[in-house]
């Protein structure tokens, strides 16, 4: 699976642009604020088909324009697979193979990529609505019915906070918020019980040896003392009515995975109040490649990396291991102005050229992908 090329028309920086992506590893280079970044979320806009910086995709039309229109071929075991996306302040149209879209989960499924950034560390000690929307992209984009219950979780409770604004008790709602709820929060556990192990593994592969040791946990609000057993509706409900008052008062339901975190520790200590800068970034590029390991398993394809300057400030060894995880993907797009860098650890890459919203492709000698 790969990306075998990308057509801009006012997305972003970009009036029109023409790409196309021969070689495995392609370098977005250029000085800062020129449109690298851009072209990555471009990239990442036709797998995921939304932008992970803007909340609205109105943000992603070019300044004075009236639409952006994105267009990539995607080849999946030698078949070509074109993509049209029209996006405009009336609403949005997109097709595969001259076709309506049928799913986005699923071909977000089929053609998945990672997105790598400095901001990643945002994940560590952000809010924990960060923390579960990440996590909740994730499950859906593994499995469709994560993401139907997640939307049945989500409607519902929008309908149980209504009825409390309006002075009800909400309880109407609180069976089928118990049912959605439990599913989600024992799909949450299960999946971090999957990869902690391989997450811990990856951690000692950026750590010295005698660190603080890396661990993921689930905290259940207001349940903090849970163990490990599963959330049954039963408990679910009860945790409900013992805060009924509290949302009465509050107009808003307190209790459930909405409310949920998703804890980053070194040893039994949360990263957000007591890992240093470089620590924090080290402890999500270990979980960025546990999660890259674990969708290749579970979709049955690596993805494809999409890596916007996560290089600097880190020493040799570091460098070198995140370089050797993107060897393992399909493809790359590094967005980066240090080239001598990428140069030194990859060798044979495409590069562009970025300058002023327009990319240029320059002369080099490239592995081409077989």
């Known amino acids: 699976m790969r990306l075998s090329s990308l057509h801009l028309v006012h997305f972003r920086s970009y009036a029109s642009c023409d790409l196309a992506f021969p070689a495995r590893y392609n370098l977005f280079t250029g000085a800062n604020g020129q449109g690298k970044t851009n072209l990555i979320e471009a990239i990442y806009y036709c797998s995921a088909l939304r932008s992970f910086r803007a909340h609205n995709a109105q943000d992603c039309i070019q300044h004075g324009r009236p639409f952006f229109h994105l267009q990539a071929e995607w080849e999946d075991d030698a078949v070509r697979h074109d993509l049209a996306i029209h996006h405009a302040p009336s609403g949005r149209t997109i097709r595969l193979d001259q076709k309506p879209l049928p799913s986005a989960r699923r071909h ?14 945002a994940l560590a000690w952000g809010a924990p609505a960060l923390r579960r929307d990440w996590f909740d992209r994730l499950l859906s984009l593994m499995k469709d019915s994560y993401g139907e219950t997640l939307a049945s979780y989500e409607k519902t409770l929008r309908q149980r906070n209504r009825e409390l604004k309006q002075g009800g008790t909400g309880e109407l709602w ?51 003392d849970r163990g490990p057993e599963p959330l ?3 408990r679910f409900l009860e945790r409900l009515a013992s805060c009924a008052a509290r ?32 620590q924090t970034r080290l402890f999500v590029y270990a979980l960025q490649w546990t999660v890259h390991e674990y969708l290749a398993r579970a979709l049955g394809r690596r993805p494809i990396l999409l890596v916007d300057d996560i290089f600097s400030d880190l020493d040799e060894k570091r460098t070198q291991l995140l370089f050797e995880g993107l060897r393992e993907a399909p493809q790359v797009f590094i967005a980066s ?16 050229e970025i300058r002023g919203g327009s990319a240029q492709a320059m002369a080099r000698p490239v592995h081409v992908l077989e």
């Open 108 to 121: 977000a499924r089929r053609f998945p990529v990672l997105f790598l950034s400095p901001q990643d560390t």
């Open 174 to 224: 609180n069976g089928p918020l118990a049912e959605a709820g439990c599913r989600l929060v024992n799909a949450r556990r299960s999946f971090l019980a999957a990869v902690r192990t391989r997450f811990q593994a990856a951690f000692h592969r950026f750590f010295e040896p005698g660190e603080a040791v890396g661990d993921l946990a689930y905290l259940i609000r207001h349940d903090e």
């Open 232 to 234: 049954d509706e039963a």
């Open 247 to 278: 949302d009465r008062a509050t107009a808003t339901t307190g209790f459930g995975p909405h409310k949920d975190d998703f804890a980053f520790l070194l040893g039994d200590r949360p990263v957000r109040e007591h890992a240093s800068q470089g």
């Open 337 to 352: 102005a240090n080239e001598v860098l990428v140069r030194a650890w990859l060798g044979d890459y495409e590069r562009f």
